[in-house]
């Protein structure tokens, strides 16, 4: 059991160092347009709020490293809590897909974690 939540964990992270990737180096590029339904002249205009945001991607992609690192449930949980909630905040606010990219994985990434210990 242990091994597929830390799997899943792994999941989230790599979910959210693409995140990160997207939104602080490929905003202003086809993919970032694509990635998040952008206009290039859009995308100019957010740039430096998206490279904050991916930012805090890489934050919470780090700490789920971290807790695989350390092997500490308690990280682990934390930020995996601290995914799900940005993801329905994500969802509320900005788009319904946020919900299945984000908060989902990280959901069933917890069940797991939480099932293992």
């Known amino acids: 059991m242990i091994i597929v939540a830390n799997v899943l964990v ?3 992270a790599l979910i959210h160092v693409y995140i990160l990737v997207l939104e602080m180096f490929l905003w202003t590029t086809p993919r970032g347009y ?4 952008l206009t290039p002249e859009f995308a100019q205009q ?3 709020l998206a490279a904050n945001q991916g930012l805090y991607n890489g934050f919470l992609a780090a ?3 971290w807790g695989l690192i350390a092997d500490s ?3 682990k949980i ?3 809590v601290c995914v799900a909630i940005a993801g329905v905040y994500g969802a509320a606010t900005a788009s319904r897909r946020i919900l299945y990219v984000q908060t989902a994985p990280a959901a ?3 069940i797991f974690v939480l ?3």
């Open 46 to 48: 957010t740039r430096a």
């Open 63 to 65: 700490g789920l490293i």
């Open 73 to 75: 449930m308690a990280a």
């Open 10 to 12: 792994a999941l989230v």
């Open 108 to 110: 069933l990434a917890l």
């Open 78 to 80: 934390f930020f995996l």
């Open 34 to 37: 694509k990635a998040f339904g």
């Open 115 to 117: 099932l293992a210990g």
